[in-house]
Structure formats: C-alpha cells, structure tokens
C-alpha cells in the first residue's frame, strides 16, 4: 500500500533551520505531484509549497516564500522542505501529500489544492520556540 512518511521536525529557535523529508512508497514516485502541508493548533490545514513531478515547477505561500524550499529526488523516491529563516508562527504539524492527474503529469504541473492530492503522511511536529 502507498505510504508517505515524514521525519526530521523538531524544536527549533526562531531564527533556526530544519529540513523536512517525506519518503513514499508504494506508488511510482516520480509521476506525482507533491505538497507540504501544515496545520497549527485550533487552525484548519494550510498549504505550504509544491512541487511538479520532475521537480522543474514549484510554487509556495506567501507566508514562507524566499525562506522554505521543496525539492524532490526521484531517485529516492523523496521529496524536501529546507525551512530557514523559522518564525513561531510557523509551528504546526507538517504533513506531505502525494496527487496524480493526467493533467499534471501531462503538463508537469502543480495544485495547491489539498483536494487534489491522494494520499496523505502522518505528520512530523515543528516547534519552533521565540
């Protein structure tokens, strides 16, 4: 079955750096298009970053853009979030998403769109402490 699991969250100081990774199996990789997610206490889930199947197109809220990015190695079956700059308002439990359309592998393509993805990590918790 398709797993997704995230690691590398933690307690960090504002200020601080941490790189998330979300390993798959179970699906082929490198057809699907990936998300970051995160959902900060007593909030609804919120879009992070996402990336196209070959890693060529990325797009990411304006909260974190020009501090996170997302990357991919399809080698690996791996995707990324090197999250620098981290503020306290980035605390919250960071999920990876994986979501296949012929669209997107067409077109090389991303979504913002939680409803687009398919299958959905555990979740990896970011602290990070001011």
């Known amino acids: 079955q398709v797993q997704l699991v995230e690691s590398g969250g933690g307690l960090v100081q504002a200020g601080g750096s941490l790189r998330l990774s979300c390993a798959a199996s179970?699906?082929?990789?490198?057809?699907?298009?990936m998300g970051w997610f995160r959902q900060a206490p007593g909030k609804t889930r919120e879009f992070v970053a996402t990336?196209?199947?070959?890693?060529?197109?990325?797009s990411y809220a304006d909260s974190v853009k020009g501090r996170f990015t997302v990357s991919r190695d399809n080698a690996k079956n791996t995707m990324y979030l090197q999250m620098n700059s981290l503020k306290p308002e980035d605390t919250a439990v960071y999920y990876c998403?994986?979501?296949?359309?012929?669209?997107?592998?067409?077109?090389?393509?991303?979504?913002?769109?939680?409803?687009?993805?398919?299958?959905w990590g555990q979740g990896t918790q970011v602290t990070v402490s001011s």
């Open positions: 998403a994986a979501g296949f359309s012929s669209t997107y592998e067409a077109y090389d393509s991303y979504t913002q769109s939680p409803g687009s993805y398919d299958y």
């Open positions: 990336i196209s199947r070959s890693g060529s197109s990325t």
């Open positions: 179970g699906l082929t990789f490198s057809i699907y298009t």
